[in-house]
């Protein structure tokens, strides 16, 4: 059957899901935590318990300054967004940190890399951006391009770690797509972050950050790689005398 044909594509994309627990065994397993999460804070849990959970894993200046850790590692457990309200940005943020990010380009990495490198990327850029966004905000708060409420403000989620991955999944595309894939990356945190002054609001920071760790990342592979291929042209071929 033609994969190019609508039931080839459907067959195609059915043996995808079938075999995607198989394949992706961890970025399966933390969708699946991730999704768990999501039901139970916003359906289970009480209303003002939930405040007090987001406001716990909030990584902000002041719960990175009283319990970075915690606040670290949970805030990868809970994605800021929607499910069901399909026609706001929030579903909108959802389908490309949740559905792109996470499922689509975590996925490809795992297979590609490994589960351990995978999770340590994902794991470096959303902790990695965070962090260096907190030294941001901490220069911006000292000439007064933030307000000082943002010390407080609630930040949390999965988006830092899935801008990594979609920056690395540049090198999954094809070449002649890399460049408007990377303008993609690039081009939504922007289109809908703030910019109260001479930088923009430090959520949108955050995700250029991630997408440069990302980007930095699938260069060092690409060059890697280029050498590797190199030097195997190089080498001189094995002679074998005649018997």
Known sequence: MNARTPSGLLTGLLRAARTYPRRSPLTFGYVVLLLLGHVWVENLLAADRADALRDHISTNLDNLHDHPVSALLGSALLFDGTLTEILSTGFGSTLITLGLGVCCC??????????????????????????????????????????????????????????TVLALATLAVPRRARLPWAAFVVAWPLSGGDWPGPLPGFTTVGHLLAAALGFALAATVALGASRRRRAGAERPADVHPNP
Do not use: K, M, N
């Open 106 to 163: 975590l996925a490809w990495t795992e297979r590609r890399f490994g589960g351990l490198r995978a999770a340590a990327v994902f794991l470096g850029g959303h902790i990695g951006a965070t962090l260096i966004t907190a030294a941001v905000i901490l220069l911006a708060l000292r000439h007064g391009w933030y307000p000082e409420s943002v010390r407080g403000a609630s930040d949390y989620g999965i988006s830092y770690g899935a801008q």
